[in-house]
């Protein structure tokens, strides 16, 4: 799968911002190659709904945009977090946004939302200059394994 383009959007509830991404993914990336194809073929291969094009606002918007892809994320970005931002229920993440190609000149637009979830992580730290990597850390904003699936998302393949 050829990466065309990739961008990802934060949500953040602690700030009550989205924060919009101002460069693109680099889609030759070997990490993001694998990251996006894996999410694809797990979403697809789901129990996803599949919904005629003119059946979802969101998904024309996403396809059917002549601006800039970075901008076209930014405005779904923000219209999804001000719905969601209240709603405790649902998880934080990140948006991931793509356009990719297949082997086969089929084409692939998304939106899917990357769940964040907290792991704990070691830390390295120095004491007057010695190593001491005693200190333990929770990260919160660690992006779901391609492997895992996402919970919702648009993927339109042309």
């Not at 990739?6 to 602690?14: G, Q």
């Not at 333990?136 to 895992?148: D, F, H, R, V, Y």
Request: with cysteine; glycine share 6%; proline share 3%.
């Amino acid at each position: 799968m050829e990466i065309k383009n990739a961008v990802i959007n934060v949500m953040n509830r602690e700030i009550n911002s989205a924060v919009f991404s101002q460069k693109e993914l680099d889609g030759r990336d070997q990490i993001v190659q694998e990251y996006i194809e894996k999410l694809v073929k797990k979403f697809l291969n789901s129990e996803c709904l599949t919904l005629d094009l003119a059946a979802s606002e969101p998904a024309q918007y996403l396809v059917g945009q002549s601006e800039d892809f970075i901008e076209v994320a930014e405005k779904l970005t923000q219209f999804y977090f001000e719905a969601i931002k209240t709603w405790e229920e649902i998880p934080e993440g990140d948006l991931l946004f793509f356009r990719a190609e297949d082997g086969y000149g089929k084409t692939y637009t998304g939106m899917v939302k990357l769940d964040f979830s907290a792991k704990y992580i070691h830390l390295i730290d120095y004491d007057d200059d010695n190593l001491v990597t005693n200190k333990i850390s929770q990260n919160k904003t660690i992006l779901p394994n391609p492997g895992q699936g996402v919970s919702c998302g648009i993927i339109v393949k042309d």
